[in-house]
């Protein structure tokens, strides 16, 4: 049972253009929602989040939106960069079971920026 | 400000024996959190731990266990080992209470033959 689920495996996209990572979820006690972005031989690095009582929140060239009656959020990266080429994990923070979040991931989606 | 470090990098293990992995917190970090990434999938939460014990436990056997020290570091041990447990092992830091982003370190990757 996947709580968090990024349905396209790849995204590729011009330099210059954007970027569009969406992630739908399930479970409505979700309250903070968080995206990662992991190179090959590294640990993900946090990008951005956002909390449920927000719809949208930016910084720099990323911007994440979230859509709580459709249980969505996306992640928009203006431009596009060839550095921003990695895979990209949707989080979102689980508040039961103690006083420090755990996070719930979805699979990851591999985006190459072209130049 | 140091961040979260691991180790080691690689190891490789055979069937049926222990395994530990250590994890070094973020400075002033006092939680730490580890997950498991197999190949294609996304992390997946194994344990937390916060002032030395375990603070929430995801759907891991206990043959996975872990600790957690005075000075915050923690160590995962996942016994009699199975080639299913082949992965990469994230360590995470983040301060207590604050619903807040995580820092992830490198990750250990193990493989069992």
Known sequence: DQQV???????SVQEGRISILNCDYTNSM?????????YPAEGPTFLISISSI??????????VFLNKSAKHLSLHIVPSQ?????????????????SNYK??????TLLTVNP | ETG????PTHLIKTRGQQVTLRCSSQSGHNTVSWYQQALGQGPQFIFQYYREEENGRGNFPPRFSGLQFPNYSSELNV???ELDDSALYLCASSPQGTN????FGQGTRLTVV
């Open chain 1, 30 to 38: 979700f309250d903070y929602f968080l995206w990662y972005k992991k």
């Open chain 1, 103 to 108: 996070l719930t991931f979805g699979k990851g």
């Open chain 2, 4 to 7: 979260v470090t691991q180790s």
């Open chain 2, 100 to 103: 807040t982003e995580a820092f």
């Open chain 2, 79 to 81: 016994n009699a080992l």
């Open chain 1, 5 to 11: 689920k990024q349905n396209s495996p790849s995204l």
């Open chain 1, 82 to 98: 060839p550095g921003d080429s990695a895979v990209y994990f949707c989080a979102a923070s689980d508040p039961s079971g103690g």
């Open chain 1, 54 to 63: 927000k719809d949208k929140n930016e910084d720099g060239r990323f911007t």
